[in-house]
């Protein structure tokens, strides 16, 4: 099964798929977006540099090219091998972050996004649902410095987090929406439950 963790910037995904992939065995291939290839991982570094200046469809293209190689590379093999596939975003991240909140158009960047990875969209897709004031106390608190993305600020947040409910609404049968607002514990039961109904 390919399962995505989604959400705005500071909702815990990334401590979410780890603990998901950890749950659902070994056998689990963790990958995160952008990266997960040599490929990916240098449109990462480029994606995530405040100092660099992109054009909205610029940006897109380099997440789209960053997924395409994740998909030929390590997605598409893992899951022929019948593995379970666990990624923290995929292309739901970029119809919220590009397509709504930088105003590219949501169905536009699907069309896009199908074209970069074949057509594959996550099989369940977890959106970890939190207000954007409570995950930006969270990113504070952590006191890492701010990315390109989180840098810009609580307008963008909450323009993707609209993004993300219009997906939700959008993709009934692909989407479930689990609220990130408790512990990591809390959380994490809630993404098993809903990863339960949806595996039986
Ligand atoms: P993220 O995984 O949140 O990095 P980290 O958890 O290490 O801070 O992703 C980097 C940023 O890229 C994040 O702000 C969301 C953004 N993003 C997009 O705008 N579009 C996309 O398609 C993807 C995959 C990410």
Do not use: N
């Not at 709504?100 to 536009?108: D, P, S």
């Not at 929406?177 to 595996?199: C, E, K, L, N, Q």
Request: charged share 30%; glycine share 12%.
């Amino acid at each position: 099964m390919f399962i995505a963790l989604e959400g705005i910037d500071g909702s815990g995904k990334t401590t979410q798929a780890a603990r998901l992939a950890a749950a659902l065995g070994d056998d689990t291939m963790l990958v995160r977006e952008p990266g997960g290839t040599a490929a990916g991982e240098g449109a990462r570094t480029l994606l995530k540099d405040s100092g660099i200046r992109l054009d909205s469809m610029a940006e897109l293209l380099l997440f789209l090219a960053a997924r395409a190689q994740l998909v030929t590379e390590v997605i598409r093999p893992a899951m022929d091998e019948g593995r379970d596939v666990v990624c923290d975003r995929f292309g739901d991240s970029s119809v919220a972050y590009q397509g709504t909140a930088r105003g590219l158009g949501a169905e536009r960047v699907e069309e896009l996004c199908d074209l970069a990875t074949g057509g594959l969209w996550p099989d369940l897709t977890v959106l970890l649902r939190l207000h954007p004031e409570v995950a930006a106390e969270r990113i504070a608190a952590e006191g890492r410095a701010a990315d390109r993305f989180e840098g810009e600020g609580m307008e963008l947040q909450r323009r993707v987090a609209e993004g993300y409910e219009e997906v939700a609404a959008r993709h009934p049968d692909r989407v479930r929406v689990v609220d990130a607002s408790g512990d990591p514990d809390t959380v994490h039961a809630a993404v098993m439950a809903v990863v339960g109904a949806v595996r039986t």
